[in-house]
């Protein structure tokens, strides 16, 4: 488990013994990577983290335009392994947990587990830290340190 956070540490390592998750991976509502257990390859941890900043952006978006709603979560099950995409609050913004899950677990635990992991994360969150402006020429050298920080290189 790589955390560029260390106060998502405790609670991540407990959701990831209670809910026998294979691949989690915690981003901001833009894509930057958080925390993240069970990938290998960086290239893999940014193509997950844009992804599921792109499902989450255009289901919001979907909601919108048809008045229905947004849905915070989705889920998709496959024959041998589920995917559970989930955005939620914290102070610093909205966040977005994607889990991977197999057959040593359901969604329905994943579920309950993501649930209390999200509480554990608003109670230990520092509060709001103020918006800074991200500037082009500070973006790629932002995202391979967080990428450094997160593989270990």
């Given at each position: 488990m790589r955390v560029i956070e260390p106060w998502v540490a405790e609670?991540?390592?407990?959701?990831?013994?209670?809910?026998?998750?294979?691949?989690?991976?915690?981003?901001?509502?833009?894509?930057?990577?958080?925390?993240?257990?069970?990938?290998?390859?960086?290239?893999?941890?940014?193509?997950?983290?844009?992804?599921?900043?792109?499902?989450?952006?255009?289901?919001?978006?979907?909601?919108?335009?048809?008045?229905?709603?947004?849905?915070?979560?989705l889920s998709h099950q496959g024959p041998s392994r589920g995917l559970f995409l989930s955005a939620f609050d914290l102070p610093q913004g909205r966040w977005i947990g994607l889990v991977v899950y197999d057959r040593d677990s359901s969604l329905g635990l994943v579920r309950l587990f993501f649930d209390r992991l999200?509480?554990?994360?608003?109670?230990?969150?520092?509060?709001?830290?103020?918006?800074?402006?991200?500037?082009?020429?500070?973006?790629?050298?932002?995202?391979n340190a967080s990428l450094r920080s997160l593989f270990g290189r």
């Open positions: 609670p991540l390592e407990r959701f990831l013994a209670e809910s026998a998750a294979r691949v989690v991976l915690l981003t901001t509502s833009s894509g930057q990577v958080v925390a993240q257990h069970g990938f290998t390859r960086a290239l893999d941890v940014m193509s997950a983290s844009a992804l599921g900043a792109a499902i989450m952006a255009s289901t919001e978006e979907l909601g919108r335009l048809t008045a229905s709603g947004a849905s915070r979560s999200v509480g554990e994360l608003q109670a230990v969150a520092p509060a709001e830290v103020p918006a800074r402006e991200v500037l082009a020429a500070d973006f790629e050298n932002e995202l």
